[in-house]
């Protein structure tokens, strides 16, 4: 399985950024995708997860109303609008054991390269 983030970049406080995870996997609809964000100095925390059926998907708090995931057949996408400076981080798609998108970062097996997003105040 090989995952491929994309779509990073600096953007304004308030403005929008849409990322892209694109998934190379037979079994890719089976499994649950999720985004995840490390700041420098900081442990990699869950963002949005969706699970294998696309109907289903869950955010940290500190993103809901801002941060929208959806997929189709063949990527997985992050919409952030609202953005704010502490949003500021390198953030990586992954793909899960199972077909549900958990928070935890323990329950994702294959992991894209990451994507940089800056936020200026």
Avoid: H
């Avoid at 890719?28 to 442990?43: D, I, S, T």
């Amino acid at each position: 399985v090989q995952l491929q983030a994309s779509g990073g970049g600096l953007v304004q406080a308030g403005g929008s950024l849409r990322l892209s995870c694109a998934v190379r996997a037979r079994t890719f609809n089976n499994n649950g995708v999720g985004w995840f964000r490390q700041a420098p100095g900081k442990e990699r925390e869950f963002v949005a997860g969706i699970n294998w059926r696309g109907g289903d998907a869950n955010y940290a708090d500190s993103v809901k109303g801002r941060f929208f995931i959806s997929r189709d057949n063949a990527k997985v996408y992050l919409q952030m609008n609202s953005l704010k400076p502490e949003d500021t981080a390198i953030y990586y798609c992954a793909s899960a054991y199972r077909s549900v998108a958990s928070q935890s970062p323990d329950a994702y097996r294959y992991w894209g390269q990451g994507t940089l997003v800056t936020v200026s105040s």
